[in-house]
């Protein structure tokens, strides 16, 4: 008996910055990857989020997000994961709300509630030590 199921393929995109090249080439690459998968029938793009790391540029799975949607035309793109404790919730609802309004039926939305980085680039992030979750312990250095 014939299987006619068909698998559903995603990506997960680190927007990787490759030994001797520039942030600029990665995005392009990105870009590029996110048009291949939509042509090949994959179902989702999605960024992850990473913040102070020389090795990767996705710092903001909803803008990227917009960008992908923009120069795709049928698959799904988000975050795989906007990182709640760094951004006001309520801020990430409206940014995904725009972009649902902008590409209906092709944004997805995952989060997590990991700071993405260390923890002086989270408390940077957060603006604060009690926000920071689990706590964090700070030495004098």
Known sequence: MANNHQVKLSILDFVHIFKDSKPTESLMNST????????????????TEHHNTTSQISTSPDLLSMH???HTKNIRV????????????????????LLEALHPGRIDLGIGRASGTDGWTAWALQRSREKLLPPM?????
């Open 32 to 47: 590029e990857m996110a048009q291949l998968a939509d042509k090949l029938g994959y179902t989702r793009y999605w960024f």
């Open 68 to 70: 992908a949607a923009a």
């Open 78 to 97: 988000g975050s795989g994961g906007i990182m709640l404790p760094n951004h006001s919730p309520f801020k990430v609802v409206e940014n995904f709300t």
């Open 137 to 141: 312990i700070f030495q004098n250095s």
